[in-house]
């Protein structure tokens, strides 16, 4: 099952919702061998037609129940600004953050990152 949602409430501000969820059962059908479940946000803020931010929002977490049962939870979120400085070069800079967990507890941590990335196209 998905759901999207996309709203433009102006004219420099795009924004996006979605849902998705998974469901596996097993062969019989009376019993859940996997649930997925993610949901999302995105917004778009659009300075001028060369310059753009980008706030994204997500959370994914996974229950198995066959054959050994354990969960899974995964949020992130990240600011990215995006500008094409000219028609060869484009710079995207912004902080990513990010958490994990499993259950049992085997697995889990929290990171952040600041990064900054030059594209240039060479042509001919």
């Given amino acids: 099952v998905g759901l999207r949602v996309i709203a433009r409430p102006l004219d420099q501000l795009e924004l996006e919702a979605r849902y998705d969820r998974n469901r596996l059962m097993d062969v019989a059908g009376d019993r859940h061998r ?7 946000f995105f917004a778009t803020w659009h ?6 931010a980008l706030l994204t929002w997500q959370r994914y977490s996974s229950a198995r129940y ?33 958490a994990r967990r499993t259950e049992p507890l085997v697995a889990g941590g ?13 042509r001919r």
């Fill in 47 to 52: 300075f001028s037609a060369r310059m753009y």
């Fill in 66 to 98: 066959l054959p050994d049962a354990n969960r899974y939870r995964n949020t992130a979120s990240s600011l990215q600004f995006n500008w094409d400085a000219s028609r060869d070069l484009q710079l995207y800079w912004g902080v990513r953050s990010g």
């Fill in 110 to 122: 929290h990171g952040r990152e600041i990064y900054l990335k030059v594209s240039y196209t060479l």
């Fill in 34 to 40: 996997l649930d997925e479940t993610a949901p999302q």
